[in-house]
């Protein structure tokens, strides 16, 4: 069905897998395409509850945008590459109303490095190299990494990496906050499996409205508190409120997922 990623359901979670090892995985245009319509698939379909993006093979998450194609690109061609990268993609699984989980496998750099930044948490393999080295190829980052670096890491961090165009390593990487934490390769997606599990135990209403409030308050022009009481507040009166507190009172494990 799908040409460049790869798809898989199980145990609720939706393993989301980009698949050009010749290209180490780099993104170009079909990539960033299929990756929106299976983002769509994962978020309707009601038994998916965490999604896991990663990259086929154990050297490479994602290599970045695809340099071959955008190397001829015009000022316009440029401008539009990036708007749509972002609208489909990158801003996609920033909003997704699950939570994503990129299980970063080897070099994630430029729009690769971006597309793990834009998921809601990042486990590293030991292995994995990250950076954004776009002012190398006289670029600048173009798929919301300059904005999310400086989020995640602090302005004079995220100024350090992209001026220089370097890499670091992935336990650099968990030192600075850029990755929540660094696993061995060949335990990396048992891991992200088993916090998409503890996650999968919690309401997936109350997820999706946290998911919201976060979001908001890196948000210009949006206040994260205002949005926080909102979310708050129509958690109320939900079933999922209801089992929540109910089973608490019961002494038993809520069941938000029958
Ligand atoms: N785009 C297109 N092709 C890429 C690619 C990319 N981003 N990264 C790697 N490849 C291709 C290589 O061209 C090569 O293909 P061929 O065999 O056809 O030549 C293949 O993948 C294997 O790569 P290497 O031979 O280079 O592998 P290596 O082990 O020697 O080096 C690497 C690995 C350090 C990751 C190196 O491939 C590299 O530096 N890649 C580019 C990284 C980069 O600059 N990314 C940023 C892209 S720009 C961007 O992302 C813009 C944006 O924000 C929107």
Redesign the pocket.
């Known amino acids: 069905m799908f040409e460049n990623i790869s798809l898989e359901v199980a145990n609720h979670i939706g393993v989301l897998t980009i698949n050009r090892p ?3 995985n ?1 993104l170009n245009k079909l990539t960033i395409q299929e990756a929106n319509s299976a983002l769509k698939e994962l978020a309707t379909d009601q038994s998916v509850g965490v999604v896991i993006i990663t990259g086929v093979g154990d050297k ?1 998450f994602v ?6 194609e955008f190397a001829d690109f015009s000022i316009a061609e440029g401008g539009a ?2 708007q749509q ?1 972002q609208a489909l993609l990158f801003d996609l699984v920033a909003h997704f109303p699950k939570p994503i989980i990129a299980a970063v496998n080897g ?1 994630a ?3 690769g490095l ?1 597309l793990a930044m834009s998921a809601h948490i990042r486990i590293a393999s030991s292995n994995a190299k990250m950076g954004l ?2 002012v ?2 006289g ?1 600048i ?3 919301g ?1 300059t904005q999310r670096l400086a989020e995640l890491v602090g302005k004079g961090k995220a100024n350090e990496l992209i001026f220089t165009a370097g890499m670091i390593s992935a336990d650099e990487a968990y030192r600075c906050g850029l990755v929540n934490s660094v696993v061995e390769q060949d335990e990396l997606m048992d891991t992200a499996k088993k916090m998409a599990s503890k996650i999968l135990r919690n309401s997936p209403m109350a997820i999706r409205s946290a998911i919201k409030a976060v979001n908001a308050g890196y948000t210009s022009g949006v206040n994260g508190y205002e949005v926080e009481i909102e979310e708050f507040a129509k958690c109320f009166g939900t079933p999922e409120f209801k089992e929540g507190t109910t089973a608490f009172l019961e002494k038993r494990k809520a069941n938000f997922r029958e």
Do not use: H, N, R, T
């Open positions: 010749k290209q180490l780099a490479a290599a970045g945008a695809d340099i071959k590459l990036a990268g070099f750099l430029g729009g971006e080295p776009e190398s190829l670029v980052p173009g798929y990494g």
